[in-house]
């Protein structure tokens, strides 16, 4: 996973960054709120851990923030010297999804951020997705449009799957790098855009057909499932 961290001590995001990067996950930093908010429209995240006390743009006024913006779709796990019950009730409240008291624990966190991202991607492990007219079986590798199997190549495969995965979310090349061709961002990303191609003609992703996979200038991509009046 993707990890941002968002707390204005240098030494305790640089603990949570090696805790969380020796369970292989990637992790940026953020001193403040404002830096994270800056980042985040053109970033992808699957997680953010949020300090609530930072100066000037504290973690309350980023988390309201983030929920203001419906296109950002972030779960959000705070870090917090605050531990009364009704602190933690009122950041629950404004939509944290979950909450960590300082001084951060390793096993706890490793096990906190886990259980949010399970919570937050209820299909991730499952072995078939199907969205009419797809399906996606990944025991089997294949894909089929309307029963019929598509031949793809082993990167095109989990393209796919990546998209479908995460149908409706901007994704950047960068994490769409990183997550099919792993952690070798040194690969040019016109890489992506010829597959993005590939996949939008072979499995004749058209508006016509309910689906659009649409390029966004500077950002990246997304898969998106259309509702049509008529449905």
């Given at each position: 996973m993707h990890i941002a961290i968002v707390d204005d001590d240098p030494d305790i995001a640089a603990l949570m960054m090696l805790w969380l990067e020796e369970e292989g996950h990637q992790c940026t930093h953020y001193s403040?709120?404002?830096?994270?908010?800056?980042?985040?429209?053109?970033e992808n995240f699957d997680i953010v851990l949020l300090d609530w006390i930072m100066p000037e743009f504290d973690g309350e006024q980023t988390l309201s923030w983030l929920k203001n913006h419906d296109e950002i779709d972030v779960p959000v796990i705070f870090v917090t010297q605050k531990a009364t019950e009704d602190d933690i009730?009122?950041?629950?409240?404004?939509?944290?999804?979950?909450?960590?008291?300082?001084?951060?624990?390793?096993?706890?966190?490793?096990?906190?951020?886990?259980a949010v991202a399970r919570r937050a991607?209820?299909?991730?492990?499952?072995?078939?997705?199907?969205?009419?007219?797809?399906?996606i079986d990944a025991?089997?590798?294949?894909?089929?449009?309307?029963?019929?199997?598509?031949?793809?190549?082993?990167?095109?495969?989990?393209l796919v799957q990546f998209?479908?995965?995460?149908?409706?979310?901007?994704l950047s090349r960068d994490h769409i790098l990183s997550a099919v061709w792993?952690?070798?961002l040194g690969i040019n990303t016109r890489t992506v855009d010829t597959h993005m191609s590939r996949i939008r003609k072979k499995l004749d992703i058209v508006?016509?057909?309910?689906?659009?996979?649409?390029?966004?200038?500077?950002?990246?991509?997304?898969?998106?499932h259309l509702v049509h009046a008529d449905e």
């Open positions: 403040s709120g404002q830096d994270f908010i800056r980042a985040v429209r053109g009730a009122k950041i629950l409240t404004l939509g944290a999804d979950d909450y960590i008291t300082k001084p951060v624990r390793h096993k706890e966190m490793v096990a906190r951020v886990n991607n209820p299909r991730v492990d499952d072995s078939v997705i199907e969205m009419a007219p797809y399906r025991t089997a590798r294949e894909v089929r449009v309307n029963g019929e199997p598509i031949k793809l190549t082993e990167k095109e495969f989990k998209l479908f995965k995460n149908v409706g979310r901007l792993g952690y070798d508006p016509e057909k309910g689906w659009r996979l649409s390029s966004i200038y500077h950002q990246g991509y997304r898969l998106e």
